[in-house]
Nanobody
Framework: QVQLVESGGGLVQAGGSLRLSCAAS????????MGWFRQYSGKEREFVAAISRSGGSTRYADSVKGRFTISRDNAKNTVALQMNSLKPEDTAIYYCAADVSGRNGPFGGSATYDYWGQGTQVTVSS
């Protein structure tokens, strides 16, 4: 059983920044590929960013490239999403997810993730 808990969401004005964090249980965190996804109200979940086991490989959605940065600290069992230059269209519920096998690195789709957090709301005002 893996538990993921997100934090750091909130309300920010356009152009501002937020840093999301996801804390994972377990001693095998370093074996997990980790991802961030978001869901707009009434729409399907979409990919935001992902990172490989060691943090050596990352992947980003085109919509966030150059603005968001994913990172991990395996000693603390955490993964973070630094979000800069936020736009109103970034408003969504953000979820972290764990691919326990880690075999897909940052390239797996949503179906490859085994565990999901409960989400944290990010709201960007214009």
């Amino acid at each position: 059983q893996v538990q993921l808990v997100e934090s750091g969401g909130g309300l920010v004005q356009a152009g501002g920044s937020l840093r999301l964090s996801c804390a994972a249980s377990g001693r095998t965190f370093s074996n997990f590929a980790m991802g961030w996804f978001r869901q707009y109200s009434g729409k399907e979940r979409e990919f935001v960013a992902a990172i490989s086991r060691s943090g050596g490989s990352t992947r980003y959605a085109d919509s966030v490239k150059g603005r968001f940065t994913i990172s991990r600290d395996n000693a603390k069992n955490t993964v973070a999403l630094q979000m800069n230059s936020l736009k109103p269209e970034d408003t969504a519920i953000y979820y972290c997810a764990a691919d326990v096998s880690g075999r897909n690195g940052p390239f797996g789709g949503s179906a490859t993730y085994d565990y999901w957090g409960q989400g944290t709301q990010v709201t960007v005002s214009s």
